[in-house]
């Protein structure tokens, strides 16, 4: 991870604190990571991010996966001549 990745997680976190967690008062710990865990699949499956020219993140990344092929290609391989010495 370098100190650049960090800014991401730290912007995801800063949203979800701001978009969901501030705005309730949970009654349980299991309310709270139940609605935490509906946020997480709402910003990656529906909430549009500006910084991924507005896809979701699972749009983002389906588009990468087409892109790409299903599986990189193997580089070629020789096999490897076997020299026959003569006993002499």
């Known amino acids: 991870m370098t100190v650049h990745s960090n800014v991401f997680i730290e912007r995801f976190w800063w949203t979800l604190k701001h978009e969901e967690v501030y ?15 509906n ?18 993140p699972v749009e983002a990344y389906t588009q990468t996966l087409s892109a790409a092929p299903a599986t990189p290609p193997l580089p070629n391989q020789t096999q490897p001549q076997m020299q026959v010495m003569n006993p002499c």
């Open 23 to 37: 705005l309730r008062a949970y009654d349980s710990l299991w309310e709270a990571r139940s609605y935490i865990s």
């Open 39 to 56: 946020y997480i699949d709402f910003y990656n499956s529906d909430r549009p991010h500006s910084s991924l020219e507005h896809k979701t």
